[in-house]
């Protein structure tokens, strides 16, 4: 019997461990035989995925959920057999806020991260001045961009809707999701469907007007819809938690940090801080950063691309009260902070709101957010600095009347990759390059999305590259 071939993943984040997952299932139901390894340099796999679980309480240390308009996250959980673990949103209530002068205004119904599909929603809105909304209403007269050619989100919302737009709606709404300096930020990397509305309708706010029309019409025929934003009754890792255990014994191997792979022949040499490793396939799910400077002998053009790829860190800070020791009513799912506010966090969730079975009735979960551009520094101050000032943002905005009862605070450093304007273009010669590297693949949040469904789609088109990589081989041999 032939040896079977081997495929090392690098990297036990949600990226690897589905790639993983991928390869195993892809190579069972082809009935062919493969070793896969996947080494993570951590004690424990899922990287910036983690749930704290303790005295009734459910603590995101990473992300908190997924979004169901992107299929595969819920797919995947579907062949994990955990669907019947989903969970929406609370019903209860299903807003947001921004802050302003360290009040909490209603993100107004009919907006959409930065523009509102009505003027009536928009003349309703404390957010923005009476100057401000004149501006904003300006953009159904305003001219459509002769060209395509990529511009920065900045760019284009002080274009189209004014100053007061960015730096009241859309910079702390896409904060949140890219911790991302706006001026800088790929509009077409990160929120196409601007542009292409540009170009279609001549006017954001007539794209969404004539879009809320569409959809208040085809309403009736549409059947029940998940929640837009998704969890785990338990927490997030249990989906990490699902893929590990659904990997063959031995499978997974932590503690192992890969120094160095080169090309020997027709495979590839491993050097990590265990002991050289060898496989036929390699796939690299790690930061694009990291994987740029493993291949630095292998492809140099290829490594100077992803190495050029800017990645930020970010810190979440779980904190419980006692609900009556929290004066905003909490009725919603939390807020996003605008960097003119020059606050220290950029978002906050009330975890104990916004999913069902995060804390105790009686007591509040809190859910602080830190990043950006101008916050990376904070990743190298103790828990007891950032707890000050997640405390010192709290209390202005929410009237907290004592300390938490429990503070669990988490650091992600080198999880946020930064979509800089031509960051598509970069991808493309990436992935032209790569294309030239037999029996390699990249998988991550560094290419084409950041979110959880972008990582298991990406995982999934390298497990599949590889697969018909391997089946190539196996046919020439």
């Not at 419980?320 to 020791?325: A, C, H, L, P």
């Not at 929410?398 to 080198?414: D, E, F, R």
């Not at 294309?435 to 979110?451: C, D, F, K, S, W």
């Amino acid at each position: 019997m032939e040896a079977p071939h081997k495929v090392i993943v690098v990297g036990g984040g949600i990226t690897g461990l589905t790639a993983a997952y991928r390869l195993v299932t892809d190579a069972k139901r082809a009935g062919v035989q493969l070793e896969v390894k996947l080494l993570d340099a951590a004690e424990r796999t899922g990287g910036v995925i983690g749930t704290s679980r303790r005295d009734g309480f459910v603590m995101e240390e990473g992300p908190d959920c997924f979004i169901s308009t992107k299929p595969e996250a819920l797919e995947i959980c579907r062949e994990l057999g955990i669907e019947d673990q989903v969970i929406g949103t609370s019903p209860t209530h299903r807003r947001s806020f921004i802050v302003r002068r360290n009040r909490l205004l209603e993100v107004p119904k009919g907006f959409y991260l930065l523009a509102p599909d009505s003027f009536l929603s928009l003349a309703r809105t404390p957010i923005f001045s009476a100057a401000g909304k004149a501006r904003m209403a300006c953009d159904v007269l305003i001219k459509r961009k002769a060209d395509d050619k990529d511009e920065s989100l900045e760019s284009f919302v002080v274009r189209r809707l004014g100053r007061e737009a960015l730096d009241r709606m859309a910079q702390p709404m896409v904060a949140g999701i890219y911790t991302a300096d706006p001026a800088k930020l790929s509009l077409k990397a990160t929120f196409p469907q601007f542009l292409e509305w540009e170009q279609e309708y001549g006017s954001i706010i007539r794209a969404l007007w004539i879009r809320k029309k569409e959809q208040a019409s085809s309403a009736s025929a549409s059947g029940a819809r998940y929640s837009l934003f998704l969890s785990l009754r338990k927490g997030l890792q249990t989906l990490t938690d699902k893929l590990k255990a659904s990997l063959p014994e031995g499978c997974v191997q932590t503690g192992v940090s890969v120094n160095q792979v080169s090309r020997e022949g027709k495979g590839w040499q491993l050097e990590t801080n265990k002991h050289p490793m060898s496989a036929d396939a390699l796939c690299l799910a790690i930061p694009a950063n990291l994987a740029g400077g493993l291949l630095n002998k292998v492809s140099p053009n290829l490594s100077s691309e992803l190495t050029g790829i800017e990645y930020h860190g970010a810190i979440t800070a779980n904190m419980v009260f006692r609900r009556e020791d929290v004066d905003h009513p909490l009725n919603g799912m939390g807020f996003v902070v605008p960097a003119v506010e020059r606050k220290n966090i950029i978002a906050c969730s009330f975890s104990s709101v916004k999913f069902e079975g995060r804390a105790p009735g009686e007591f509040a979960l809190l859910r602080a957010y830190i990043g950006g551009p101008g916050q990376q520094s904070l990743l190298g101050r103790d828990d007891t600095f950032i707890a000050d000032l997640v405390e010192r943002d709290l209390h202005a905005i929410l009237g907290l009347q004592a300390k938490p009862m429990q503070t669990h605070i988490s650091y992600s450093k080198n999880v946020m990759p930064q979509y800089h304007i031509g960051h598509l273009d970069r991808v493309e010669r990436i992935e032209r390059q790569l294309a030239q590297v037999p029996g390699l693949a990249l998988a991550g949040n560094a290419y084409r999305g950041v979110g959880i469904p972008d990582c298991i789609r990406s995982a999934t088109a390298a497990a599949a590259a590889l697969s018909a990589f391997l089946d190539g081989s196996r046919q020439s041999e």
